[in-house]
């Protein structure tokens, strides 16, 4: 698919078609700007049938917008496999969190997108298409840009497909692309521990966040399969080292699961923990998911959990939910959306 090309290999396909390289700029443009082959005016027809088995098609299928103007989308791509993409406005921008799998197969206890396992890994351009084609659809384009930040915090564990996720970091923080940079893209992790050190040494500079949802080994291990192949002491040691390489600093995402990981000595655990790092705390009580026994925190006990960790002298915020009611918050996005009418 042209979308996994930079613009100097869109140039080698380009003329390997036997094309002169001026239409490797117009092609290029076309796909930035998330046109579908048709609306190309300045390309000829002979040309777009030379191209058309590679050039993807507008791969938004539906919207739905929630009553705080989050607005879920579903996007379909060519096999006819289906994620979910979640944009949320800010006075700052726009942020867009994007799938970066079909399904996902770490099998966390809470979470929609991992129920029916991993159906396949995304390509870096598919990845891309979603930023492009939402760009597209809020009325931005390449100069004036409607999505200004990116989380990989959508369906599918972004180290779990390395390869093509640091390809799409590097395609949508070109400057000859989107320029999204890379400051303002946070990627979000399990904790994938040799992953962690290897994006540090490639040189990436995205924001690191890790969900960690427990404070020891044992209590995470019971909610995230992960947690026994990579112990939390690992995990801590692989993001100092992503701080001492990339000056960024890290995050944690903490899921308050009601009666579980939620009471104050939890915080205490918590501060613990994290005492002295560089990294903040983002709260989330638990999002609501169809077949899953765990429920969320309530609003006090969120709070008492968040006030604790602040005179602890940690840097810990709770994360506005966003979208539950079109079922867009976090844990939420799934597979077979369309099947189950949700
Ligand atoms: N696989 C990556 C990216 C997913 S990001 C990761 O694990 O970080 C989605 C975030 O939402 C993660 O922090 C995840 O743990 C969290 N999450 C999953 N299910 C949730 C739920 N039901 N309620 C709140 N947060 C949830």
Redesign the pocket.
């Known amino acids: 698919m042209l979308l996994d090309f930079n613009k100097s290999e869109i140039k080698e396909y380009v003329t390997a078609l036997g094309e002169p390289t001026f239409r490797a700029g117009q092609l290029f443009d076309a796909l930035l700007q998330a046109k579908n082959i048709d609306e190309i005016s300045n390309l000829s027809s002979s040309f777009k049938d030379k191209i058309a088995n590679d050039y993807p098609s507008f791969c938004i299928l539906k919207k739905l917008i929630s009553q705080d103007g989050t607005t879920k989308y579903i996007f379909k791509f060519l096999d006819g496999e289906i994620v979910e993409g979640v944009l949320m406005k800010y006075k700052y921008g726009n942020t867009l969190c994007v799938s970066t799998q079909v399904g996902?197969r770490?099998g966390?206890a809470?979470?929609?997108s991992g129920m029916n396992g991993l159906k396949r890994n995304l390509s870096a351009g598919e990845i891309l298409q979603q930023v492009l084609c939402v760009n597209r659809d809020q009325g931005g384009n390449i100069k004036n840009r409607k999505v200004t930040n990116i989380v990989?915090?959508g369906m599918?564990?972004?180290l779990d497909n390395y390869d093509n996720v640091t390809k799409f970091l590097k395609l949508v923080s070109s400057n000859e692309g989107i320029n999204i940079s890379q400051r303002n893209i946070t990627l979000?992790?399990?904790g994938l521990v040799p992953k962690i050190y290897q994006l540090a040494d490639e040189g990436f500079t995205v924001n690191l966040t890790i969900?960690l949802?427990a404070t020891n080994d044992e209590n995470r291990q019971k909610i995230m399969p992960v947690a026994k192949s990579y112990s939390i002491e690992q995990i801590l040691n692989a993001c100092k080292y992503y701080f001492e390489k990339t000056g960024r600093r890290f995050g944690f995402?903490y899921?308050l699961v009601a009666g579980q990981n939620d009471s104050i000595k939890d915080a205490d655990n918590l501060a613990s923990l994290l005492k002295g790092l560089p990294c903040m705390v983002n709260l989330?009580p638990?999002?609501y998911?169809k077949g899953k026994k765990l429920s969320g925190a309530n609003e006090k006990q969120t709070k008492a959990f968040l006030d604790r960790l602040l005179c602890r002298n940690i840097n810990a915020t709770k994360r506005r939910t966003m979208g539950a009611d079109i079922s867009g918050a976090?844990?939420?996005l799934r597979r077979k959306v369309l099947e189950e009418g949700s």
């Open positions: 996902c770490m966390c809470f979470c929609a990989l915090m599918g564990e972004p979000s992790t399990c969900s949802h995402e899921a989330i638990l999002n998911v976090c844990g939420q």
